[in-house]
């Protein structure tokens, strides 16, 4: 069997939005009507305050760096990608989110500024990286 290239996204109701937002070129977080903060990643209760009441909103779509490594060793479908670098990049909305760094130039920098852009993967799904 063949491994599948990941992320798949799943079309469900929790998430649906912000895939949809991706192929829009859009990125797309939660807000809570009940306590007013950001919510990522897409679920259906508020991890603050539990409440139902989630709403999709445009994220600015920049960030911070808050760490990162670069993968030298790639498996599955990855193999052929690497040297990548992974992060996690604080929005400004207040959410963090795992990502790729794309287009570094001189490196990445915990610290550094960054900004949403979309990459449309060989198999057609669409992912928010940072540059």
Not at 70 to 95: I, K, S, Y
Request: charged content about 20%; aromatic content about 10%; proline content about 7%.
């Amino acid at each position: 069997m063949a491994m599948q290239p990941k992320p798949i996204p799943i079309q469900d109701t929790d998430s649906s939005p912000f895939w949809k937002g991706c192929r829009q070129g859009v990125l797309r977080i939660q807000l809570c009507e009940g306590c007013g903060r950001h919510v990522f990643y897409p679920r259906s209760v508020c991890p603050h305050c539990m409440s139902e009441s989630l709403v999709w909103i445009n994220a600015k779509g920049v960030g911070t760096v808050y760490t990162y490594t670069v993968v030298h060793r790639g498996f599955g479908p990855f193999q052929d990608e690497v040297p990548f670098t992974m992060a996690l990049v604080d929005l400004d909305e207040g959410v963090r989110m795992m990502t790729r760094i794309v287009d570094a130039g001189d490196g990445i920098h915990i610290g550094d500024r960054v900004e949403v852009v979309f990459c449309e993967r060989d198999d057609g799904v669409v992912l928010p990286y940072f540059r």
